[in-house]
């Protein structure tokens, strides 16, 4: 019970928004701190620099677009859960606000393989 609060508290919960040549990667702590600063990386670099940041116990979600299951692909040996956000209903979420703040039928629904 002590190691899984212990690993709850020091695990870091990031997004990757994906563009046709590059993404985007924040993320913050569990008490909504943030702990990686927005960074852009070229799809080039993608691969090392997932290799080089991705911690064992980071929770990483990144939205369903055409090149989305090659990301989960490269993420899922390298974190300890990967979720693919369908982008129909995430994109309903009002800037700013938290998601579980949001009625049921506004809240992001998720794709796993």
Known sequence: MKEELI???SRRYLALDIHKHY???AGVDFEGKVVVEPVRIEHTDLEGWLKKHIQPTDYVVIKSTTNA???YDLLEPLAEKVLVANPITSSR???GRSSRSLR???RPTFVTP
Do not use: K, N, T, V
Request: charged share 15%; net charge neutral; with cysteine.
């Open 7 to 9: 690993a709850r508290l």
């Open 23 to 25: 993404s985007i990667m």
């Open 104 to 106: 049921p039928e506004l």
């Open 69 to 71: 299951w090659y990301i």
């Open 93 to 95: 979420c009002p800037s």
